[in-house]
């Protein structure tokens, strides 16, 4: 019987079978991730087929045609046999791509005895990240981790090494940028040692480094009122989106996904009621329709791509702050259009794929004002602060800023 086993999002088999008249006791790595709930009743792909491959195994090992090292060429026991030179000749075995120095599997190519410069890009090329999280890591590869590691193998990369190479890192970069860089070097390594490659890794003892937090003060209000009316002279249609991050605690990503859409009314009964048409959202605004005007964050705009999640991957029904309602009016009467989902859009109606356009505007708009300079960014840590301050608790800050928990805003706040 082949059973199935999650860790660290891998998923590993267990069985049992006898080569030689010896039984083997064994568990493995499938290759296959878990994308879902890591537990064995997951059903999400590489379960999926994690399970075809058990039953093949099983299959095999009924019919004693079992070979492990054509099921599983990418694990240590058959990199040694085949890098210490005992080869077949088999047709099988020449399918599933033994050669001298790789193994591949399911077109993914495993290096033995593997140098860093090799497995590193075949792991960028595979990990299961987002756009944005694989553009930063592609960059700290190219200008931090290849230079440092590039010639060595994965083997002989000691702990001794990679504290060396934290103590150089430090003088140049900022603690948190060394911690991505030694989090982008730990993933890889959690990598090489899920696929039998190294024993253990050696980034596991490599201590953080204490990052600071700057401490944020809030525009006043007076500050507010300057930005937002200079905004509505000389950039309209971008007042309401710089009101979003200053009362409502929106990530810039999650204002430029926003659609009319996503805005509901909350009625007496908890209930969320779609607001169809342009009349339907004026009446909430107005108070008229009774109930409460919500707006629901549900996705996000990173590197590009609309993503049908948040950065938490949790949705939140956010009341709209009266402040905001006269901004959100005003932009509905100029710049709503039936035929775009969109709240902000560019002139082909899309929306905006890039945040440089609106980060200038923020910025020329706190120069022209006289107003110390932040990132656009920042307009969530005003409000964060703001909302503190009228009497709100760390749970309820943490759900309107779509925090997991509230440690976040205790930390930062």
Known sequence: MVTTRVKNSTIFLRFSYYENGVANNVEVSSEFKCTSKGISTCRCEGHKSAIKLANAVSTAIDGNTFVFEKFFP????????????????????????????????????YFNDSDFTKFTNNWLQNASLSKSTKLGYKN??????????????????????IQSFQNKLVDKCSNKYVNNIIGCLSSIMTYAVQNDIIDKNPCSQIKKQKVKLV????????????????????????TLFFAFGLFEGLRTGEIFALTWNDFKLLDEHNNLILLKS???????????AGGKLCIEISKTITSGELKNSTKTDRTRILPIQSILKPYISEHLDKFYNNKIDYIFYNKSGEYYKRYPSA???????????????????KNR?????????????????????????????????
Request: hydrophobic share 35%.
């Open 74 to 109: 990418h694990s240590l026991r058959a990199r040694k046999k085949y890098s210490s030179g005992l080869k077949s000749s088999s047709k099988s075995e020449t399918v599933y791509g033994f050669k001298a120095d790789t193994v591949t599997v399911n077109n993914v190519t």
């Open 140 to 161: 700290i590869i190219k200008n931090y981790l290849k230079p440092a590691f590039g010639n060595m193998l994965l083997k002989d990369i000691k702990l001794s090494h």
């Open 215 to 238: 401490t944020v003060m809030p525009y006043s209000s007076e500050d507010i009122d300057k930005i937002l009316e200079y905004s509505k002279e000389y950039y309209p249609g971008w």
């Open 278 to 288: 342009k009349k339907a959202l004026e009446r909430a605004l107005s108070d008229e």
């Open 359 to 377: 980060a200038r505007k923020w910025n020329k708009i706190l120069e022209a004002c006289n107003i110390e300079h932040r990132q656009l960014y």
């Open 381 to 413: 840590h005003n409000f964060a602060i703001n909302f503190l301050k009228a009497g709100a608790t760390y749970n309820q800050t943490a759900r309107m800023l779509g925090h997991t928990s509230s440690a976040m805003v205790i930390n930062r706040y």
